[in-house]
């Protein structure tokens, strides 16, 4: 079992800025990969950023160039710092790892507004 603990989202103006982590109960080295998806209303979930145990990283392409995804292994966290942020990055954000099975966090509200 791992806990996971979502805390940053809130309410920004376009193209301003947020980081979003996630709290872990277990070493991130005991998990193959740690990630971030999110899910708009009426939308499926659909993945923002990923990050492997050994540091590897991939992007959806709406993200590209924006998102960050990074990992404290001594804090047991791992962050999704978002730049440049559009109305259509409004969406629940969820945290996800990936072991044997697929475990995920309650989500964290974002909202892209003027």
């Known amino acids: 079992q791992v806990q996971l603990v979502e805390s940053g989202g809130g309410l920004v103006q376009p193209g301003g800025s947020l980081r979003l982590s996630c709290a872990t109960s277990?070493?991130?080295?005991?998990?193959?990969?740690m990630a971030w998806y999110r899910q708009a209303p009426g939308n499926r979930r659909e993945l923002v950023a990923r990050?492997?145990?050994?540091?590897?990283?991939n992007y959806a392409d709406s993200v590209k160039g924006r998102f960050t995804i990074s990992r404290d292994n001594a804090k047991k966290t791992v962050y999704l710092q978002m730049n440049s942020l559009k109305p259509e990055d409004t969406a629940v954000y969820y945290c996800?790892?990936?072991?044997?099975?697929?475990?995920w966090g309650k989500g964290t509200q974002v909202t892209v507004s003027s």
């Open positions: 996800n790892a990936h072991l044997r099975d697929d475990y």
């Open positions: 990050i492997s145990s050994g540091g590897n990283t």
């Open positions: 277990l070493s991130l080295f005991s998990i193959s990969a």
